[in-house]
């Protein structure tokens, strides 16, 4: 397979944009011409997959210049898991897109920036260097914000305000912090980084750079204390759009931390990881109170992103292999869990109308389908057997144990017995009970939102069957993350 394979998940979505704005106005051309570009992009990711599990790293220097001064795209098994997840994503979303989008005004502009928006996440899952990784963030960014106000509301457009101007912020920084990085170690080629920083004899301005990249990259994943951004905006978007922000945007803030935290931090001063394992700890604690103080199901979600980005940096923070291999589990079983009872959100929406728990109830009788679509992902975050939820969370337990932090760990127990809580006052708040206040008492609710939403939910099953394979292919991704030495030797052979 030839290292070009590697620029397909940025092109694709960019050139899918270009020729989505030229059928302008024709919804049902854009949405399979979407479809389309989607199944391609699932199945390059799927080969990727494939081929990283093997131990391949494929490697892209653009223009034959050096990592030194050029561009370098990089693939490996955990950029290609990502990307493969993504795309699942992103194909439910456009099965779900239909019955979900509110006006003309989003019909005519969701596709193409729900294509620009999944080239910013893909590049930003194969870039080699910090600049790239901004430029991409920078796409991510204005396309998911013109995606965020593209709500008639006029709170929809306050937060979606909010929302930009703290990560333009936030973007500001990470330039800065980057600029500095290169004049502190004369390069931004993570790989290069990441040997200089062995080397040592790097000045403390490169650490102090070093720690801005790092804040900015915990606000794009949401950790506390800088999540705040995140529990009003999300919400005010609608459906199909809270959905990919849940399941794609804070994971690749998630991402950087994991592929920037083995290659820089295992020679950084102080203590970073014993920083990330309390920011942990209290991410999954502010998260569940939020998420237990809202009286709706999309104020509930919301804070759940929040809380479950937690348990991803736990596993992290303690930097073993099985603790790595355990959080970035729980990274691709909530990326599709989450997405799924956004999802259910939105089709409970459809038939009972918006508005705080209880102001319609007993789905569960009218609606099996739907109660389904929403309990099997709900239980599934909440960490009960056999979904894909528990064995994330028990790896994490299990691991935590091992390495003695018995705090963050029985913090973590704590956290998910508040998670069950929360899913159990939405169900019984919205689906049990005498059926009242309802729209319709039929089927109900648009069957591509139904099936993208069912899709996914039996997707947390099959991770949670398939738990054995998956955790030993992670593992050995954990480790090869770790060493670092396989990633900076595919990359570098590139100057040699």
Request: charged share 10%; hydrophobic share 60%.
């Amino acid at each position: 397979m030839n290292a070009a394979i590697v620029v397909v998940p940025v092109l694709l979505p960019l050139f899918t944009a270009v020729l989505l704005a030229l059928f302008s106005g024709r919804p049902r051309l854009e949405r399979w011409l979407s479809l389309a570009s989607g199944a391609l992009l699932f199945t390059t990711a799927l080969l990727l997959t494939a081929r990283t599990a093997r131990g391949a790293i494929f490697v892209l220097a653009i223009g034959g210049w050096s990592p030194h001064v050029g561009i370098v795209w990089v693939a490996d098994s955990l950029s290609a898991l990502m990307l493969l997840f993504a795309s699942i994503i992103a194909l439910a979303a456009l099965a779900y897109a239909p019955g979900s989008l509110r006006g003309a005004r989003e019909r005519r502009c969701f596709y193409p920036l729900q294509q620009l928006m999944m080239a910013g996440v893909n590049g930003s899952l194969v870039t080699g260097d910090l600049f790239n990784l901004f430029v991409f963030f920078e796409l991510m960014l204005l396309s998911s914000f013109a995606l965020l106000a593209l709500g008639t509301r006029a709170a929809a457009q306050r937060h979606a305000l909010a929302y930009v101007v703290i990560n333009l912020v936030a973007s500001a920084v990470l330039l800065g912090g980057v600029g500095a990085v290169y004049g502190t170690a004369g390069t931004v080629n993570m790989a290069e980084l990441a040997v200089r920083t062995r080397e040592g004899g790097l000045p403390s301005a490169f650490w102090g750079a070093g720690a801005l990249v790092i804040v900015v990259f915990m606000v794009k994943a949401a950790l506390a204390p800088v999540f705040f951004w995140l529990p009003d905006a999300y919400p005010e978007a609608s459906a199909v759009v809270n959905g990919l922000f849940a399941g794609l945007l804070t994971k690749v803030g998630v991402y950087t931390l994991f592929r920037s935290v083995p290659l820089l931090g295992a020679a950084a001063p102080g203590g970073l990881r014993s920083a990330l394992l309390v920011i942990a700890a209290v991410t999954m604690v502010v998260g569940v109170v939020g998420a237990l103080g809202r009286s709706t199901m999309r104020g509930i979600l919301s804070f759940h992103i929040v809380s479950q980005v937690g348990y991803m940096i736990f596993g992290l923070a303690l930097f073993t292999p099985i603790a790595v291999a355990a959080g970035l589990f729980h990274t691709l079983h909530n990326m599709v869990a989450k997405t799924a009872l956004v999802f259910a959100g939105g089709v409970v929406e459809g038939i009972a109308g918006p508005g705080a728990l209880g102001h319609a109830r007993g789905l569960a009788r009218t609606h099996p389908w739907v109660a389904a679509s929403f309990f099997v992902p709900a239980m599934s975050l909440a960490g009960l057997p056999p979904l894909s939820g528990f064995w994330g969370k028990l790896l994490l337990v299990v691991a935590g144990f091992r390495a003695g932090a018995v705090v963050a760990t029985t913090v973590s127990l704590v956290v998910g017995l508040l998670t069950l809580a929360s899913m159990l006052k939405i169900w019984t708040a919205v689906f049990w009970g005498e059926p009242t206040g309802l729209r319709t008492r039929g089927a109900g609710g648009d069957r591509g939102m139904l099936g993208a939403t069912l899709g996914l939910g039996a997707l947390t099953v099959i991770l949670g069957l398939a738990a054995a394979p998956l955790f030993a292919h992670l593992e050995r991704t954990a480790t090869t993350l770790l060493e670092v030495t396989p990633y900076v030797d595919a990359v570098l052979v590139q100057r040699r």
